[in-house]
Every structure is written in structure tokens, then in C-alpha cells.
């Protein structure tokens, strides 16, 4: 036998004794020593991810549906369309986003903004074909009222009605379908081929189908979520028997003010108001500061978009909450023409209500009245001196909480 060859059966029965002991398989190199060149695919990111970059995550939801509520509160429009957090979060999208109009450039957001407690700087608000005829209310605390009716002129009969009308409107939103302009079909199908929205409607509905009625269920649990709890006057009323007790943690200026606000006023005749309070909760009821369903026009009648014909028909407000920002400054400016910028100017305007020639002027304003529908008459006179008029502002910044202009549930998740 050459040595070749024993060497060749000495080194083979090495490998054997070798494998025998260490059990491990002998790998062969195919590769010449190179790397692999097929690693495994990295799992795929949805849509989702890609397009929030963490602000929404679908594992880790923000809190809609069980937030704290006072025990005081008791009025809530909700009715059949209870907040879930999926359903909220599928809402904030659609809120914020401006594939909602027909050019890509204005949200719901555009004219319901985080830091003004979801209102909006300018009197009337921009769309896509010019401005709106009415000034964009607060969305504050939009749930807890007994009015269940939306717009100025209470024309929506519910929340949910009401989310999807801007977007149908060709000055707001644009997808009317009047006069060769998209309608709603063609959002639907836009938004269709988005697909964070096809794991959106899926996670929330079981199905990627986009309807009116999806839409509208989930903005409206959006908006009922922004609430605003954290204020000054909660934490006095937490505390006290009623609505109408001194609060602890109020100044003597502040509690002044609420009894103003408070209690109804002592008119007599032609002269106006001669004792008592001011009588504001009798149409913006503590402690919700809703608006009273059964309000009529509150003696502002201007039509911004044609002056040569008054405005009667609106007869709906806003929570009072959150008339001030955390700086005390207006969240932008108030009534339905945005005409009032200062608190000073509302206050002024129930001083002294004109209201000859309006006649659907809510009779609590009047002097005089006979009722809605009759005509008219004088407006109400309440002579307010400077001491009820710093009081009463004192009052009103009470109201005004902090978190909803910084909490990241409702802030826009595309930035």
C-alpha cells in the first residue's frame, strides 16, 4: 500500500471518529466561501406604519372610549353610535386628512383646529372654492349637550349628519356632485386606493368598503371624543354641593361672576334690568354650558355673505367651554359672522339687545315680546356696570381647561 494512500484511510477514519463524537452534520461549502446571497425577506410594513411613522399604532391605542367623565355631567348626545377607540382612531385619520377634498388641500381640520379648541382663527373659514357662510363653531365638549342638532341653523340632525356635509359642499370640501363636480363615489373610491385606509376600515369594519355611513360613525366618535374637564370651574364643582354654591378654589371676583351668569335678572318695564344676575345659564346651561335646544336667534342676525339679507335662522351655540386659550386669550372670534373679537363686544350685546325687526329673537332677550313668529319687539336692557363686566369675564375664563390643546389623541397624525 503507498503512503498516499494510507494516509488518505488515516484521515477518513479521523472525520468518522470525529462526527461520531461531536454529532454535528459536516457542512459543505457550495459557496465557495462566500456569503449567502439569498437572506430571509424582512417582514413587511404596512401602510400604516409607513404613513404615521408611530403616530398611530394599531396594537397600542390611544384612550377614546373610556375617558374620565365627571359625575356631574349628564347630558350626552352619543345615542347609538357608542366611541370605541378603533372607530375614533379611523375618525381622526379622516379629520385630518385633505384627501377629503377634492384638490388635496383643505381637512376638517382646516377649519377645526387643536389649539382653538377645534375652531377657527378667521371669521369665515377657507374651502376649496372660497369661503364659508358662517364662521366655524368650537368642537369642545360637541357631546355633552342636549341639542343633538349641528350647524348654526340646526339644519343636521345629529353628529353624524353633520360630518359628512362639508365634504359635500362645493365651497367647503368640494365633492358635491352638482354641475359635473365629484361626489361622494368618487371620494369613496380616492380614498379606496389609499392603503392605510384599507387596513384602517378593515381593523375597524372587517372589510376595506368605504361608505357615507362608515365615514360618519367615525368622525362623529372622533369629535365626541374632545372633551375638556380639566378646568378651574371643574375643580371647584367637583367639590361643591351644586352649581350655584361658592367654589373653594375660586377668587372672590370669580365667584361673583358665576352668581352673575347664574341667577336670572330683575327687569322692570322700559328700564331695563334692576337687580339680580345676568341670567346667561338660562340659554347656556351649567355644567355642561350647552345651549338650551329650545333657544331661538340670540339677536345677531348679520349675513356676511349678503348683508342685504338678515340671518334669523341661527339659533344654536357652542359650549361656552373653552372660550380662552391657556393664555387667556379668545379662541378665535365668536357668534356665527365672527364679527365679535373681543369678550367685551358679546358682552356688550346683551347689554343692550336690538331687537325690533327680528323675529325670531328668543323672547328671554325681549322686552316686550309676544313670542317667536309674532313680529318682535325691544331688546333687553340689563345695564351692567364695570365690576359685573370684569366678574363675569373672571367667570368665563374658568371654563377653559388645558389638555385639549396638547393631548397627541387628537392632534393630526399625518404630521
Not at 191 to 205: H, I, P, R
Not at 241 to 247: C, G, S, V
Amino acid at each position: 500500500m503507498s503512503c498516499n494512500m494510507l494516509l488518505r484511510l488515516c484521515y477518513l477514519s479521523f472525520l468518522l471518529i470525529f462526527t461520531a463524537c461531536t454529532n454535528d452534520p459536516i457542512e459543505v461549502d457550495d459557496n465557495n466561501g462566500n456569503e449567502d446571497n439569498n437572506p430571509p425577506a424582512p417582514d413587511p410594513i404596512s401602510a400604516i406604519e409607513s404613513t404615521f411613522q408611530g403616530a398611530i399604532d394599531l396594537d397600542n391605542l390611544y384612550n377614546y372610549a373610556q375617558q374620565g367623565i365627571p359625575n356631574y355631567i349628564t347630558q350626552d348626545n352619543t345615542r347609538n353610535n357608542p366611541i370605541t377607540n378603533l372607530g375614533a382612531t379611523l375618525g381622526r385619520v379622516l379629520f385630518y386628512d385633505v384627501n377629503l377634498s377634492v384638490d388635496n388641500t383643505i381637512a376638517c381640520a382646516s377649519c377645526h383646529q387643536q389649539e382653538t379648541a377645534f375652531g377657527d382663527v378667521d371669521a369665515l373659514s377657507t374651502g376649496v372654492n372660497g369661503v364659508t357662510g358662517r364662521h366655524s363653531m368650537r368642537l369642545v365638549n360637541s357631546r355633552f349637550a342636549e341639542e343633538v342638532r349641528f350647524f348654526w341653523d340646526e339644519r343636521a340632525n345629529n353628529l353624524e349628519n353633520q360630518t359628512t356635509q362639508p365634504i359635500q359642499d362645493h365651497i367647503e370640501m368640494g365633492f358635491s356632485g352638482q354641475n359635473g363636480e365629484p361626489g361622494l363615489a368618487d371620494l369613496f373610491q380616492k380614498l379606496g386606493e389609499k392603503e392605510y385606509y384599507q387596513e384602517l376600515f378593515t381593523a375597524v369594519y372587517g372589510d376595506t368598503e368605504i361608505t357615507e355611513e362608515r365615514m360618519q360613525e367615525s368622525m362623529a366618535q372622533f369629535i365626541r371624543s374632545i372633551q375638556s374637564f380639566d378646568t378651574k370651574y371643574d375643580q371647584g364643582r367637583a367639590s361643591a354641593p351644586n352649581n350655584n354654591a361658592n367654589f373653594n378654589n375660586f377668587t372672590e371676583a370669580e365667584n361673583r361672576g358665576k352668581r352673575l351668569f347664574m341667577a336670572p335678572p330683575q327687569m322692570q318695564g322700559i328700564s331695563g334690568r334692576t337687580g339680580g344676575g345676568l341670567g346667561c345659564n338660562i340659554c347656556h346651561r351649567a355644567p355642561e354650558f350647552d345651549i338650551d335646544p329650545r333657544s331661538r336667534n340670540n339677536g345677531v342676525i348679520t349675513n356676511r355673505l349678503d348683508p342685504n339679507q338678515p340671518d334669523f335662522d341661527v339659533t344654536r351655540s357652542p359650549s361656552l367651554r373653552d372660550l380662552f386659550n391657556p393664555q387667556g386669550e379668545l379662541n378665535g372670534p365668536l357668534m356665527h359672522d365672527g364679527l365679535f373679537t373681543t369678550i367685551d363686544q358679546v358682552i356688550d350685546h346683551y347689554n343692550e339687545i336690538e331687537g325690533a325687526g327680528n323675529p325670531n329673537l328668543d323672547p328671554r332677550l325681549g322686552r316686550g315680546m309676544m313670542g317667536p313668529g309674532q313680529g318682535g319687539g325691544a331688546g333687553q336692557r340689563l345695564n351692567i356696570t364695570m365690576q359685573e363686566r370684569a366678574d363675569l369675564i373672571a367667570f368665563l375664563m374658568t371654563l377653559s381647561g388645558q389638555n385639549i390643546y396638547f393631548d397627541e389623541k387628537w392632534s393630526n397624525p399625518f404630521q
